[in-house]
């Protein structure tokens, strides 16, 4: 399986989960939806690996989210910090981490406050989203310790779901290693900013939908 089907696998249950959140439907929706986000973190840390320009990576992921949050902003739409912020976070700490001019202290002063951040702005999944993203980072080529750890992220939200503020059925991310056992290192298509715009896109569609349905 390569990158490009995994994003598709992504793009289909994130579609589903936020069709669950903004139109309604039952919970197998959303625990389908489960497995989107990990799929993501997952991406970001292969294009993290191939990116010919880290800085530009950073920079692209940061200005999507500031656009597609100021709608949010304006208009007081009930939506957390989208995820791009998210992404853009998590890449900064695995950047910061292997910055071999910036000492130690320095590197735990700024990552802490970027963590400080994530939780003060509620940022989509929050720290655990972070922590994914980490894990998939330096794991990435032990897929035992990959297995494991992202088990064990997600059997302590099972146990205390007040560290992350979760819902419980997060649990079922942990099905997302499946596809990602069977990735095959390749890239596949090129479908480097389709995620991008894909994003913002499907809320509007849903949107449209529910207003369509309420008529």
């Known amino acids: 399986m390569d990158l490009f089907t995994l994003k598709i696998i992504g793009i289909i ?16 929706l959303n625990i389908i939806g489960r497995t989107a986000f990990p799929i993501f973190a997952f991406s970001l840390n292969e294009g993290y690996i191939h990116t010919r320009n880290l800085k530009k990576y950073l920079f692209r992921l940061l200005i999507f989210g500031i656009v597609i949050q100021s709608p949010v902003i304006i208009f007081k739409m009930p939506y957390s910090v989208n995820i791009f912020f998210t992404l853009f976070t998590g890449l900064l700490i ?27 702005f509620e940022f989509d999944y929050g720290i655990y989203g972070i922590l994914t993203i980490v894990i998939f980072h330096f794991f990435r080529e032990d897929k035992i310790k990959l297995l494991l750890s992202f088990m064990l992220l997600n059997l302590i939200n099972l146990k205390f779901p007040f560290i992350f503020e979760l819902m419980k059925i997060q649990i079922y991310s942990i099905f997302v290693l499946v596809p990602i056992c069977l990735y095959n290192g390749k890239r596949g298509k ?3 900013y389709f995620f991008y715009f894909f994003y913002p896109l499907h809320f509007l569609l849903l949107q449209g939908i529910k207003i369509f349905i309420e008529k």
């Open 94 to 120: 695995i950047y910061l981490y292997h910055l071999e001019k910036v000492n130690i202290l320095m590197k735990v002063v700024i990552i802490s406050f970027l963590c400080y951040i994530t939780l003060k």
């Open 190 to 192: 090129n479908m480097k």
């Open 13 to 28: 249950t994130m579609f589903i989960d936020h069709w669950h959140f903004i139109i309604g439907g039952p919970e197998i």
